[in-house]
């Protein structure tokens, strides 16, 4: 029964987040002096395939945010997707799980991006941390190491962009660079940065 309910929910997020599209982003709202010409990285190495297991407003944990999955095996080198200054880390927590009792039980890493919007990498692993608060980092740069830390169901990595303005704390979409073009990342799908 265990099994049914968790592949029925797996099926669930597929659905409901592979539909975010070009269309909805032109309506999406941006904090103040957001760069949206900017087209981020994939925030792994060149050689990886990543697979985005919760898109844009998935169902299961990004309900009303703009936020990524991306599913990584534990270890995976993660890599700054813009460049920027390091402005949040936390490396020491070992465990995670299925509730909300473990969200703020996660690894991080948060960088400040020029034009003032931030960056945040979630359910790093232990010790998975390889910047400090201070630290300029550059586009593809390695920052650390996924894991399952956190209100994590399994490794992978939660990216999301955001900015503070006069309505409080706002996610936003983002561009990405992949097989040589410019796209919005879909739920459910596959991508290399490379061609």
């Given amino acids: 029964m265990q099994y049914l309910f968790f592949s029925f929910l797996i099926i669930c997020i597929f659905i409901f987040s592979s539909c975010y599209t070009s269309k909805m982003y032109s309506r999406a709202s941006f904090p103040h002096h957001t760069d949206t010409s900017f087209v981020y990285r994939l925030p792994v190495l060149n050689k990886n395939k990543v697979y985005v297991s919760q898109g844009y407003y998935g169902v299961f944990s990004h309900r009303r945010i703009f936020a990524l999955d991306f599913r990584l095996k534990m270890n995976t080198p993660v890599c700054a997707a813009r460049s920027g ?111």
């Fill in 85 to 195: 200054i390091v402005v949040g880390t936390e490396w020491k927590h070992n465990r995670g799980g299925a509730t909300r009792k473990w969200i703020d039980k996660a690894n991080y890493v948060e960088i400040k991006h020029d034009d003032g919007t931030w960056a945040s990498y979630w359910h790093l692993q232990y010790n998975g941390v390889i910047v400090k608060n201070g630290d300029r980092v550059e586009v593809g740069q390695l920052i650390g190491y996924s894991g399952n830390t956190g209100f994590s169901t399994m490794p992978h990595l939660h990216f999301e962009l955001w900015g503070i303005d006069e309505m409080g704390y706002k996610t936003f979409p983002s561009f990405f660079y992949v097989s040589g073009k410019r796209r919005i990342l879909q739920g459910g799908r596959s991508y290399r940065i490379i061609p």
